[in-house]
């Protein structure tokens, strides 16, 4: 339990803060109260482990006593926004996915497409999840739960292809966050994917396009939209 102490208080909160500077800098800039507020809990967390460098960092930021002596962190739940982190994560995951692409390909591309999932699969997506509340997502049964739903009952062609999909990614995603996708439903990709536009843009210097897959007039000429998943957008560049 130590390690696992260690590892949540000292790597998971640096890349946690490196994540939110990295993000800040490409908008109005970092706030330095969340710096300082996040090296206060940081300190405190890391006394146990290291005494001797965190007080020598709590004296250097002016505080008076001991870290060792000083109130242990407490959740503060009024400060908790699932959707935001739901969403931050999106868009961490379609950095590192894009970032992937270009890594294998080679490619040093003049625009980047993005393509949210149509509405009728997060409706298969929130199917799935439920049913792995209470078991293993057979195709199968996913399958048949879709053709109970008379909207999704008439693309069951697109489902008998995405089904394997959904049932092997959510089979694959944790239960604490299957709980929370359950808890969250459907969040607005589309939006989140263009308010960070502008950040994905200077990541990957080139321009960058959000789109709808159930949108007609989408710039599409390799029908990449189509594969694109909740939590998963598609990706074309050129």
């Known amino acids: 339990r130590v390690r696992e102490a260690v590892h949540h208080a000292l790597y998971e909160l640096e890349q946690d803060l490196s994540w939110y ?68 994560s999106l868009i961490q995951t379609t950095l590192d996915d894009v970032a992937s692409i270009l890594k294998t390909t080679g490619m040093s591309p003049k625009k980047l497409h993005l393509y949210a999932a149509a ?40 489902i008998a292809r995405l089904a394997p999909r959904l049932a092997k990614e959510i089979q694959s995603t944790a239960r604490d966050m299957q709980e929370k996708r359950r808890r969250l439903g459907r969040i607005n990709e589309r939006d989140a994917l263009e308010d960070a536009a ?30 694109a998943q909740p939590f998963r957008p598609a990706i074309y560049m050129e």
């Open 198 to 227: 502008g950040f994905l843009s200077k990541e990957f210097k080139c321009n960058v396009a959000v789109f709808d897959e159930s949108d007609e007039k989408r710039y599409d000429p390799k029908e990449r939209a189509q594969t």
């Open 21 to 88: 500077m990295r993000r800040a800098t490409a908008r109005s800039g970092v706030n330095p109260d969340v710096v300082k507020r996040v090296l206060d809990v940081r300190v405190r967390l890391m006394a146990p482990f290291t005494p001797f460098m965190s007080e020598t960092i709590w004296c250097m930021m002016g505080k008076h006593a001991f870290a060792s002596s000083a109130q242990w962190p407490q959740p503060e739940t009024a400060m908790t926004d699932e959707r935001a982190e739901e969403l931050e």
């Open 119 to 158: 509405e009728w699969k997060w409706s298969l997506y929130l199917k799935a999840l439920e049913m792995a509340s209470k078991g293993p997502v057979g195709v199968s049964e996913l399958m048949k739960v879709a053709s109970a739903d008379s909207t999704l009952k008439k693309r069951m062609k697109e």
